[in-house]
């Protein structure tokens, strides 16, 4: 049985593969600890950072600069939108952002995604919690409990 965060980090690498299959622009992905970086064949790279608490996702941009394409991906739950909607604005920073939010074993989707900075430009912040809850409401939650249980 595999841990949430391993489970969590293989399903986001059939998940890219799988998103590329058509166009085939990927020329590799390494494993790296906690993230994977996936090389372009245009020479882009994108880090892909699996948290489970999503409360530290702010902390663990801190290294990245405006210009790093990165994504992290997370489990899709009520305390993971919480911790979204309290560093809104920090994430909303970040140009190249793109946020991931799984359930492997959701009987729907999958996943919902958003790109903050995207997200904040055309939406109305007054109601990000309701707009959350709206994205994400054909994926059913998961806690890290219950996916190292089906890991």
Same mark, same amino acid.
Request: charged fraction near 25%.
């Given at each position: 049985?595999?841990?949430?965060?391993?489970?969590?980090?293989?399903?986001?690498?059939?998940?890219?593969?799988?998103?590329?299959?058509?166009?085939?622009?990927?020329?590799?992905?390494?494993?790296?600890?906690?993230?994977?970086?996936?090389?372009?064949?245009?020479?882009?790279?994108?880090?892909?950072?699996?948290?489970?608490?999503?409360?530290?996702?702010?902390?663990? +941009?801190?290294?990245?600069?405006?210009? #790093?394409?990165?994504?992290?991906?997370?489990? $899709?739950?009520?305390?993971? =939108?919480? *911790? !979204?909607?309290?560093?809104?604005?920090? +994430?909303?920073?970040?140009?190249?952002? #793109?946020?991931?939010?799984?359930?492997?074993? $959701?009987?729907?989707?999958? =996943?919902? *995604? !958003?790109?903050?900075?995207?997200?904040?430009?055309?939406?109305?912040?007054?109601?990000?919690?309701?707009?959350?809850?709206?994205? $994400?409401?054909?994926?059913?939650?998961?806690?890290?409990?219950?996916?190292?249980?089906?890991?």
């Amino acid at each position: 049985m595999a841990d949430a965060k391993t489970a969590l980090k293989e399903w986001m690498m059939q998940f890219i593969k799988s998103r590329d299959a058509f166009f085939r622009k990927i020329a590799e992905i390494s494993n790296h600890g906690d993230e994977l970086l996936v090389k372009y064949k245009d020479g882009r790279e994108q880090r892909v950072l699996t948290i489970i608490d999503f409360s530290k996702a702010s902390s663990a +941009l801190e290294g990245c600069g405006q210009d #790093t394409h990165v994504a992290i991906a997370t489990l $899709s739950n009520r305390k993971n =939108k919480d *911790a !979204l909607a309290a560093q809104w604005k920090s +994430l909303a920073s970040y140009p190249f952002l #793109t946020l991931y939010f799984v359930n492997p074993y $959701s009987s729907g989707e999958k =996943k919902w *995604a !958003l790109m903050p900075h995207v997200h904040q430009k055309v939406c109305d912040n007054t109601h990000l919690m309701q707009g959350f809850l709206s994205l $994400s409401e054909m994926v059913e939650d998961i806690t890290e409990g219950q996916l190292a249980a089906k890991g």
